[in-house]
Every structure is written in structure tokens, then in C-alpha cells.
């Protein structure tokens, strides 16, 4: 007995004689295809009935998606081309995406996703059912507008008039983000760079608010602010809040200022005690001085002195630490106006 496998998709008509095997592997088109086999036993012929079956090739796979962050919180925006070939056409497919090759859309949106984590888009063509492989883009965090930087504002110095401030970034700050930062509630805003610091000083009973904001493409955060208050004067203060009316120094005064004795290091030789040598200096606003102090030179074991140039900012103060430590909690420095 020897069989011939007929077949044919209304257009096109084709037969295998496959012997005496009753299966066998023919290439066909996409469509749908109608199957019957005629035996032959060498005396006569006999036809089977017909079955059909609609042939779907697997689609190619789309282009790779192009993935970018919208500036809208936890949205993606994405797009892939499908491409015809195995028997379709382009306008017979669509193109599906996903984040975990679990649920899928068309949609050329993905939402719902966290700031600032990096994802993969896959995509994959759907042609009525049949999906080709699937495709995978560069990973891409969304971010949407920047969230308030913290602020952390606190006195400083022997007498708590000091102010110093700093900030780090908000847990969003999107990319290419940009600083701002006003000390009057808005008034007036400077740039500030990650890293910068605010100093300042305050009368008795005053109190000052510094606040940081971020800006980027997708928004503007809102302020991030910490605001310190000095305590009011008790009987037993001194009346210090005369220094701010001073008169301007000229070129040449000579000060002297006493060590932050707050700020203690690691004990060390045979005083147990030491101190960084933090000075709160003032001076004429936005002008320089020249400060310096006689050390103990480690290296031949003699005297030596170190002298700096220090900028004050517009209140005619600055907070500076020099290189060296010292065993004396009243060490001094002198410094002189430039």
C-alpha cells in the first residue's frame, strides 16, 4: 500500500507520495490549507475525506523599543516598529510591551512604575494570537518632578550666635536636577550646588529659616526649609548682640579670636586632651583677613607658622578650621583685616 498526500489552499495545489508512512512534513504558506491522501494498493484507489487547518506563522520580531522616561511620576513612554515578513503584513500586527513578560499592553504608555528605578521593556508582535519572540530595550528609570531636598539647620560657636546649615538632596531628584536656596521666605533665590553649606549669625531671640528647593525638566519641588531660633537674653548673658553695630574695621586692625573648644579630637600625648582648631572669625562683610598661629613643627621639633587667607561672607563672618590641632582649650589666633 503506498499513499500520496494531496493539499491545497484554493490557490495553490501540491501532493507527496509518502510510500507506505502514514505522516510526513510538507512547507506551506500562511492560510488555510485543505488535507486528504489517496491510497493506491496496486489494484485500485481510494480517497480519504478532507480536513483543513488554518496555517499562522510566527511573526518576525518588532524593532528594538526606544524607551525614555516622560517626566510624569513612574511613566514610561515607549515605541517599536513590527516588521512584515513570514507571510504578514505590517497592518496585521501590533506591537505589545511589557516590564515582566507577565502582563502586556499595546498601549504606548507604561504607568504605575517606580521613580528611579531601572527597568527593561520587552515588546513582542501579535499577529490575531500568534507571537513572535521577544525583543528587549536598555533599561530606563522613570522620574517625575523632584521631591524637597532636607534641610538641617543648628547654632554653633560659645555664644550660640552662629548659624550653620546643610542639605542633601530629596530621595527624587530626577535627572539634571538644579538647586535653589533663599534665606527671606522667597523673596530672594540663589543658586546653590550640592555640597554648599549656609552660615550665618543671629541676634538673641531671633530666629532664621533656610530653605533648599530642586528643579529639573519634569518640575520644580517644594521647599525643603529648617528654621533655628536663638535663645533670648537672661540676665546673666552678656550683652553681645552690640558686636552686628560695630564699625567697620580698617585695613590693618588686628583681632584675636579664641578656639571653638566644643570641638574636641581624639586624646593624644600626654595632655589627653585636644582640640581642632575651629575659630569662629569676623570682620568687615564680603571682605578677607589674614589669620595665623605659631605650631610645633613635627618634623624638626621646632616653631613654625601657619597663616591663611580667609573670605568673610556678608555678615562679616566665617567659621574656618585650620590643618592643626592643639592640647590648649584657649588657644588663639590673630587675624588681620585685609
Request: hydrophobic share 25%; glycine share 10%.
Amino acid at each position: 500500500m503506498s499513499y500520496t498526500l494531496h493539499y491545497s489552499n484554493g490557490h495553490t495545489s501540491d501532493s507527496k507520495n509518502v510510500g507506505g508512512a502514514t505522516s510526513t512534513t510538507v512547507s506551506v504558506s500562511r492560510g488555510t490549507w485543505t488535507f486528504w491522501v489517496e491510497a493506491d494498493n496496486g489494484h485500485g484507489t481510494k480517497t480519504s475525506g478532507q480536513a483543513s487547518y488554518a496555517y499562522k506563522p510566527t511573526p518576525l520580531t518588532p524593532s528594538t523599543p526606544a524607551v525614555k522616561a516622560t517626566g510624569n511620576s513612574g511613566e514610561l513612554s515607549v515605541s517599536a516598529s513590527p516588521r512584515a515578513g513570514n507571510g504578514w503584513s505590517v497592518g496585521e500586527l501590533t506591537v505589545e510591551y511589557s516590564v515582566d513578560q507577565v502582563t502586556w499592553t499595546s498601549s504606548s504608555t507604561i504607568r504605575g512604575l517606580t521613580d528611579g528605578h531601572a527597568y527593561t521593556v520587552y515588546a513582542r508582535t501579535n499577529g490575531g494570537g500568534q507571537y513572535s519572540d521577544v525583543v528587549a530595550s536598555s533599561p530606563v528609570a522613570p522620574y517625575g518632578p523632584p521631591s524637597a531636598p532636607s534641610v538641617s539647620c543648628e547654632l554653633t560657636g560659645k555664644k550660640q550666635k552662629k548659624v550653620s546649615c546643610s542639605w542633601n538632596p530629596g530621595a527624587n531628584s530626577g535627572a539634571g536636577a538644579e538647586y535653589e536656596q533663599t534665606d527671606d521666605g522667597g523673596k530672594s533665590v540663589e543658586n546653590v550646588e550640592i555640597g554648599d553649606t549656609y552660615d550665618g549669625k543671629l541676634k538673641r531671640g531671633e530666629s532664621l529659616t533656610w530653605c533648599v528647593r530642586a528643579r529639573t525638566n519634569a518640575g520644580t519641588s517644594e521647599w525643603g526649609c529648617d528654621t533655628v531660633t536663638r535663645p533670648s537674653k537672661h540676665d546673666n548673658d552678656d550683652n553681645d548682640d552690640d558686636d552686628d553695630k560695630k564699625q567697620a574695621y580698617p585695613v590693618g586692625t588686628e583681632q584675636q579670636f579664641y578656639v571653638d573648644y566644643t570641638q574636641r579630637c581624639h586624646p593624644f600625648g600626654p595632655w589627653g586632651t585636644c582640640y581642632q582648631m575651629v575659630f569662629d572669625i569676623s570682620g568687615n562683610p564680603n571682605s578677607t583677613v589674614s589669620c595665623g598661629y605659631w605650631y610645633w613643627d613635627t618634623w624638626n621639633w621646632q616653631p613654625a607658622w601657619n597663616e591663611e587667607e580667609i573670605a568673610l561672607d556678608k555678615n562679616g563672618y566665617a567659621r574656618h578650621t585650620f590643618p592643626h590641632r592643639t592640647p590648649n582649650w584657649d588657644q588663639t589666633i590673630t587675624c588681620t583685616q585685609q
